[in-house]
C-alpha cells in the first residue's frame, strides 16, 4: 500500500495519506475537503533518470510546480 502526499486546495495543507486502493477517497486531516491534488513525492522524484522527467516541459516550481495555488 503506497503513502501518497496531498495538497488541499482549500486550506493549502499538506499531507500524507496511506491509500489501500485507486477508488479510496482522500480527504484533508485539516478541514476535511475533497478537492485535494496528488504530489509528486520525493522518492519519486530521487528515482527519475533524466531532469526533463523531473521538472516537466515548464521548469515546474515549488513542492506542485504552483499549480495547487500554495505557493511553495
Avoid: D, N, W
Wanted: glycine residues 16%; contains cysteine.
Amino acid at each position: 500500500m503506497p503513502i501518497y502526499e496531498y495538497a488541499c486546495m482549500e486550506c493549502e495543507s499538506h499531507f500524507e495519506e496511506l491509500v489501500r486502493g485507486s477508488e479510496q477517497a482522500v480527504t484533508c486531516p485539516e478541514c476535511g475537503a475533497a478537492k485535494v491534488l496528488k504530489q509528486f513525492s520525493t522518492f519519486a522524484v530521487h528515482g527519475a533518470t533524466t531532469k526533463a522527467s523531473v521538472s516537466g516541459p515548464s521548469g515546474g516550481g515549488g513542492c506542485c510546480g504552483g499549480s495547487c495555488g500554495c505557493g511553495h
